[in-house]
C-alpha cells in the first residue's frame, strides 16, 4: 500500500515538472534585480501609448479667459478728481487766494488773474514782522493775519525770504517762518496755506551772499511744514519750476541782477501754483456741511477765527476773575 502511494506521489510530480517546463517557454522569470531596472527603463515615454492629459492651469480656480473679452479695446481710465476740479474752476481759483510777502512776491501783481488787492506785500518785510503789519479792509485796519480772515481768502501762498538770507541762518529762519504759518492758521482756519519756497537766484548772485545755500534755507522749511502735519499747510518749491539743472535760476526768468525776475517768471509761477492747487474742493465740501464743526468735532465754544492767540488769553483771563468774584 506504501507503495502505491509513493508511485501516485512520484507521477503527480511528473506531472507537475512537465506543466512547468511548458510554462517557461511562455514567461521570462525576472530578478529582483531585473524588475526594478525595468520598471525605470522599459516603461514607454511614448506619449502616444498614454491618453494626453489636458493642461492643469495654475489656479484651478480661476475660470478661463473669454476670448470676447481680450478682443474689446482698453477702456480709458476716467479723469482724476484733480483734473476735474481744475477744468471747472478755471481763473476763478486766483479770485480766493492771497500772496503775502515781500518785492519778489509783489510781481505777483503782473499775472492779469490776480487783482491787487489779492496782494499782501511790502518790500521791506522780514518773517519776524511781515505779520505785525497792517491793512485796511472794507474800511477797517487790521494786521495780517485778522486781515486774511475779514478778506475771506481760502488759499495763501506765504513768499518771504530773500531779506532773511543774511540775517538768520537757515534753523531760525525756519523757526521764524513757523511763527508767521502758526499765527495766519490759527486766525484762518478754514484756509488752506501755502508755503512758498525762496525762489532760486543765479549762481553768481548766490556766491555774492556767502553763508548757507538757498536750498538749505528751503530743506528746513520743507521739514517745518513735515513735521507740523497739518493737512491745511503744503510746501511749494519753485525751484522745480524756476531753477536750472544745478539748481539756480535760469536765465530766461533773470531780469538781470540775478534776484528779481522777469514777467514770464510769475506766470510760470502762477502756472505751477495753479497746476498744484491745495485740494480746493476739501475746502468748498468743509465749509458747506455746517452740521459738523470741523475744527472742534467734540463740542464747544471756538476762539473767533479772527482772534489772536493774545487776545484769547486775554478773555481768558477776565473770565478767570469773574469767576473768582
Not at 481710465?77 to 515781500?102: H, Q, W
Not at 505785525?132 to 518771504?160: N, Q
Not at 517762518?177 to 508755503?195: F, Q, R
Request: charged content about 25%; proline content about 6%; hydrophobic content about 30%.
Amino acid at each position: 500500500m506504501n507503495a502505491k502511494k509513493r508511485l501516485a506521489a512520484a507521477l503527480c510530480a511528473l506531472a507537475m515538472c512537465a506543466s512547468m517546463a511548458g510554462c517557461a517557454n511562455e514567461i521570462e522569470y525576472k530578478s529582483p534585480d531585473n524588475f526594478i531596472s525595468s520598471s525605470t527603463q522599459d516603461t514607454p515615454s511614448d506619449s502616444s501609448s498614454q491618453p494626453d492629459e489636458p493642461d492643469t492651469p495654475d489656479n484651478p480656480d480661476t475660470p478661463p479667459e473669454d476670448s470676447s473679452q481680450t478682443d474689446k479695446p482698453d477702456t480709458p481710465e476716467p479723469p482724476s478728481m484733480e483734473d476735474l476740479v481744475v477744468k471747472e474752476i478755471d481763473k476763478e481759483y486766483f479770485k480766493k487766494c492771497a500772496f503775502v510777502g515781500e518785492a519778489l512776491c509783489s510781481g505777483m501783481g503782473y499775472i492779469s488773474d490776480i487783482a491787487d488787492e489779492h496782494i499782501y506785500t511790502n518790500n521791506n518785510a522780514h518773517v519776524h514782522d511781515i505779520g505785525e503789519t497792517t491793512w485796511t479792509v472794507d474800511g477797517a485796519s487790521h494786521k495780517l493775519p485778522e486781515a486774511l480772515y475779514v478778506a475771506d481768502r481760502k488759499y495763501i501762498y506765504i513768499w518771504v525770504g530773500p531779506n532773511d538770507l543774511t540775517s538768520y541762518n537757515p534753523d531760525s529762519f525756519a523757526a521764524k517762518y513757523e511763527e508767521l504759518v502758526k499765527s495766519i492758521t490759527y486766525a484762518n482756519p478754514m484756509a488752506y496755506v501755502g508755503v512758498v519756497s525762496i525762489a532760486p537766484v543765479s549762481r553768481s548772485y548766490e556766491q555774492g551772499l556767502g553763508g548757507d545755500s538757498i536750498a538749505e534755507y528751503n530743506l528746513k522749511l520743507a521739514e517745518m511744514v513735515d513735521r507740523a502735519g497739518n493737512n491745511r499747510v503744503r510746501f511749494f518749491n519753485l525751484v522745480a519750476v524756476l531753477g536750472d539743472n544745478d539748481g539756480y535760476l535760469k536765465g530766461e526768468y533773470d531780469s538781470g541782477d540775478g534776484l528779481h525776475m522777469t514777467a514770464s517768471a510769475y506766470r510760470a509761477v502762477a502756472n505751477f501754483l495753479y497746476d498744484n492747487q491745495i485740494h480746493p474742493f476739501l475746502a468748498d465740501f468743509e465749509i458747506e456741511i455746517g452740521d459738523i464743526d470741523t475744527e472742534n468735532p467734540e463740542g464747544g465754544e471756538n476762539p473767533e477765527a479772527g482772534t489772536t492767540p493774545e487776545d484769547n488769553g486775554e478773555n481768558a483771563e477776565e473770565n478767570t476773575e469773574n469767576t473768582e468774584e
